[in-house]
Nanobody, 117 residues
Framework: QVQLVESGGGLVQAGGSLRLSCAAS????????MGWYRQAPGKQRELVAT???????NYTDSVKGRFTISRVNAENTVYLQMNSLKPEDTAVYYC???????????WGQGTQVTVSS
C-alpha cells in the first residue's frame, strides 16, 4: 500500500506562483512514474505532468513553459512548481503514482488550487 498526501494548494492571483508537494509513504519501492492531474468542476480529470524515477518528464501542452515537475527520490516526494498561473488552471490537483510491476495507480486526496482574475 502507498499513501500520497498533497499540500501547497491555495488561492493566488493570475500571474502568481504556487508550489505543490506530494509525499509518498508506505511500500514505495515499486513506484516508477509519478505525476500530477487536475480536475475542474464539471470537467474530466486531465494529465498535467509526469516524471519517472530517472527524471524523464512529460507535460500537457497548456502548462508547458509555466509548470515544472521535479522529484526527490530519497524523500519519496514530487513537486509541481506553477508559475504564471491563469484562471483556467483552477482545479483540484491530484498526485498519482504508478507501480511498474503491476501498473497499479495510487491517488492522493487532492489539493485545491484557485486562481483569481
Amino acid at each position: 500500500q502507498v499513501q500520497l498526501v498533497e499540500s501547497g494548494g491555495g488561492l493566488v492571483q493570475a500571474g502568481g506562483s504556487l508550489r505543490l508537494s506530494c509525499a509518498a509513504s508506505g511500500n514505495t519501492f515499486g513506484i516508477n512514474v509519478m505525476g500530477w492531474y487536475r480536475q475542474a468542476p464539471g470537467k474530466q480529470r486531465e494529465l498535467v505532468a509526469t516524471i519517472s524515477r530517472e527524471g524523464t518528464t512529460n507535460y500537457t501542452d497548456s502548462v508547458k513553459g509555466r509548470f515544472t515537475i521535479s522529484r526527490v527520490n530519497a524523500e519519496n516526494t514530487v513537486y509541481l512548481q506553477m508559475n504564471s498561473l491563469k484562471p483556467e488552471d483552477t482545479a483540484v490537483y491530484y498526485c498519482n503514482a504508478k507501480e511498474y510491476f503491476t501498473h497499479y495507480t495510487y491517488w492522493g486526496q487532492g489539493t485545491q488550487v484557485t486562481v483569481s482574475s
